[in-house]
């Protein structure tokens, strides 16, 4: 915010006096005027969405996640017009997926990220950068059409629950090297210089004093990508089917998901048990990325790299 | 942290000396752990290279084959019908149509608001209220799209029957405000709305970063010469801003194009052979909602193939939108230098 913050904005008084300008003119101030009572009215509007969808869901469905059984009971043997189970199933299949998800794309973003800022120079550096930005506009149903070109098609593989990880792999990676990049970028130089005058290599300078000053941005940015990637649902149609009994198995069979839930129940939404349940998907789905997200702007508080 | 939209206009400002921050190449002793991690970094940045590549290659091979076998002209043929794999005819006219139409729509209207909400955050908010009011702007991202999907469907669509027959009622006679019976819930015109709301955070946290970036100089100026608040906005920040909210017009085009699930949810698609319509207020499908659509059907190489090909096509799309998104930001980069 600038120092001059004027919000009357008038033209002070000995202004007035002696300036070609002349008054104020009525209009200049109604436009003033004007334009103030729109910014906050945008900024209402968008509000209308968030309250009305967060209303929504907890009032439909969230009176299930209250009972015990939705976190530990699976949909096996309920049908859609039957009363109770659970989504542990599906929250399994969200979280493990999630993980796994994770446990390929940070060490490829990060790294990423370490050549962009660290190694990087020239034309490839620029390249490298360039598609980055290409792979955060890909879509997901294209990231899952190309899953399914190379795992299934190409490979033969079946369908499968590591397929979709695959898939969000690639949505995932360009979110952590942006933001590990970022936080790269805020490590004030001094310390890299002061490791490098005492003899450390650089390998050592990035792994020992850079990374670690960077962390928990850099856990910000995987959090927020998770975020992210968990309500995907384009890739969990084309490469996993929805399952209604618990599975963990990544690599056989088919694994519920939270969307896939949602998707599943969502034709025959007239039947009151089988809505409440996709209103309680729906919200269970919020819950955990919301959890992700305060998480990972909790643990940016603590981030000295912050600005 | 732009972890909305993944894209940061900061990224390659440099810095006050005009070099890159880290030169230090130098740096690296040559030894084994440096040749090595120096290595495994450089791998990263190739697979990500290769990978990008490597969609565009797998989806072009893949579609070649259907494509051969297609006896309809490919880019404006209006049938849809791989249901016999060996006699293929399909083309994106419709898609395409669909496509397009609702993603600008959504950008047309998601744009001047998103543009309002960021200047309310960086120049009209109270300082309390700013911060926060970033953070719930932000949570609009934070719901998934199978849930704005699921809620447009079902809770909002009715609301819009009145919209439409307003529409319908003043401007009918534009074909692309035609009458075609299709009910309010379902319609391109629907859905763009709610895919206005899905990519407003992408539109709003670009434009912010870059309203919050205009040199308190051009606006101390303003204000000097006797602007007021919306006058020094206008003189000062909105230009300085142009080019920031062109790419962010620009990404949240492409993430709109590319949005499958609440296009499915929402938009109902027509039957094959339903006379062409230019008209909002109908239903139709996207390149993305027609593959999810037809998810099960992936059987047989050729018709995968064909739905390879509309994906194919979208993937050409979304690159070229996000290639101009990207080009705008390195030139402002040029103009700030």
């Known amino acids: 915010m600038s120092t001059l913050d004027t919000t009357s904005g008038s033209v002070p008084q000995t202004a007035r006096l002696t300036s070609g300008l002349g008054p104020k003119s009525s209009s200049r101030a109604i436009k003033d005027r004007a334009a103030t009572v729109v910014m906050w009215l945008a900024f209402l509007i968008a509000m209308v969405p968030l309250v009305w969808i967060l209303a929504t869901v907890v009032m439909k469905g969230g009176s299930l996640l209250l009972h015990a059984d939705w976190w530990t009971h699976s949909q096996q043997g ?93 949505l995932m990676v360009p979110v952590v090297v942006r933001s590990t990049e970022e936080m790269l970028k805020l490590v004030p130089n001094e310390l890299r210089e002061a490791s490098y005058a005492l003899g450390v290599p650089k390998w050592k300078t990035i792994t020992k004093v850079v990374l670690p000053t960077a962390f928990s941005g850099i856990v910000t940015g995987v959090l927020l990508g998770l975020a992210r990637v968990m309500g995907e649902t384009a890739p969990l149609l084309i490469l996993a089917p929805y399952f209604r009994s618990i599975s963990t198995n990544l690599f056989d069979g088919l694994m519920g998901t939270l969307p896939t839930m949602i998707n599943a129940g969502r034709d025959n939404m007239a039947i009151e048990a089988n809505s409440e349940r996709v209103w309680a998907s729906a919200c269970t789905l919020i819950v955990l990325i919301l959890v992700l997200n305060l998480l990972g702007r909790l643990i940016s508080r603590f981030n000295k790299l912050d600005r | 942290m732009s972890s909305v939209t993944g894209v940061s206009v900061t990224d390659e400002t440099p810095d006050s000396d005009g070099r890159d921050p880290l030169p230090g190449d130098n740096a690296s002793t040559g030894r084994l752990g440096d040749r090595l991690f120096g290595g495994a970094a450089r791998g990263a ?3 990500v290279v290769a990978l990008v590549t490597l969609i565009g290659v797998f989806l072009l091979v893949q579609a070649v084959p259907s494509l051969a076998d297609n006896h309809e002209n490919f880019l404006t043929s209006q049938k849809w019908d791989v249901s016999d794999a060996d006699n293929l005819g399909f083309g994106i006219a419709r898609l395409l149509w669909v496509t397009v139409i609702s993603s600008v729509l959504a950008m047309l209207i998601a744009v001047p608001l998103g543009v309002c909400i960021a200047l309310f955050i960086t120049h009209y908010a109270p300082r309390v209220l700013a911060k926060p009011a970033a953070i719930l702007v932000d949570l609009l991202a934070a719901v998934p799209s199978i849930v704005y999907g699921l809620w447009g469907a079902i809770v909002v669509g009715q609301y819009f029957e009145p919209v439409q027959s307003f529409f319908i009622a003043a401007l009918g006679w534009i074909p692309l405000f035609e009458d075609t019976g299709a009910s309010a819930a379902s319609t391109i015109a629907f859905v763009s709305v709610v895919l206005a709301i899905m990519i407003l955070p992408i539109v709003t946290a670009l434009s912010r ?78 390149f993305a909602s027609k593959i999810a659509n037809n998810a099960g059907e992936f059987d047989s ?21 996000n290639a101009i998104a990207r080009i705008v930001i390195e030139r402002r980069k040029a103009f700030t230098e």
């Open chain 2, 45 to 47: 940045g190739i697979v």
């Open chain 2, 209 to 286: 970063e870059v309203f919050a970036q205009t040199p308190t100089a051009h606006k101390e100026a303003a204000l000097a010469l006797g602007a007021t608040k919306w006058e020094m906005i206008r003189t000062a920040v909105l230009p300085f801003g142009r080019p920031g909210v062109i790419s962010a017009a620009m990404l949240g085009l492409g993430r709109a194009l590319g949005e499958t699930i609440a296009v499915m949810f929402i938009v109902s698609s027509l039957p094959d052979g339903a006379p062409w319509s230019w008209s909002i207020f109908n239903g139709g499908e996207t």
């Open chain 1, 78 to 170: 309920i049908t859609n017009r039957e009363e109770g189970g659970g989504a542990a199933h599906a929250i399994q299949g969200t979280l493990i997926q999630a993980a796994m998800t994770a446990l390929i794309a940070v060490p490829i973003g990060v790294l990423t990220a370490v050549y962009l800022v660290e190694y990087g120079g020239g034309r490839f550096k620029r390249v490298v950068s360039f598609m980055v930005d290409i792979l955060t506009g890909v879509p997901s149903i294209v990231a899952a059409l190309f899953v399914y070109a190379v795992w299934i098609t190409t490979l033969g593989f079946d369908r499968m629950a590591f397929a979709v990880c695959l898939a969000l792999v690639l």
């Open chain 2, 301 to 321: 190489p050729s018709k995968t193939g064909a739905y390879i090909s509309a994906g194919l096509v979208l993937f050409v799309l979304t690159f070229v939108v």
